[in-house]
């Protein structure tokens, strides 16, 4: 340990996060410390605080923590290509478009049951109530992508 090393409690303060979540992330692999001090308290390097940055950054943008382990591989590996970067981060914008069609397909079936609604009428007569009761045998179906009307 040198003297430049941190606390637990400093590289939370420099990233901006709690100790529980260095405490988690270490317990997922994505961050190490580089000692402990003879009471048992974890030390840091100070590339630390930029390390959770990273992953927080990451997170921002739909990343796992899965991926991110994967991603902070590609970080620091000298032989990995910007390439690789470029397919997670291409795979992700999938998997958000898949999500945002899933999530219109979920509005455009709430916007029928909506308009279908008399507010006037009893629970009895409620199609919305009726197509939850009807347990996917209803109006709409739930698919891999999302609600199919």
Partial sequence: MNEASLTIGK???QAGVNIETLRYYERRGLLV????????????TPAAAQRVRFIKSAQQLGFTLNE???????RVSHKA????????????????????AGLKALERVLKELIHRCRAGATTEACPILKSLDLNGQ???KMGKRGVKP
């Fill in 81 to 100: 290509s910007c390439g690789a970067v470029k397919r997670k981060a291409e795979e992700k914008l999938q998997n958000v478009r898949n999500k945002i």
């Fill in 33 to 44: 410390p580089d000692g402990r001090r003879e009471s048992g308290y974890r030390l840091y």
């Fill in 68 to 74: 991110i382990v994967a991603l902070l591989r590609l």
């Fill in 138 to 140: 209803g109006d709409f």
């Fill in 11 to 13: 590289v939370a303060r």
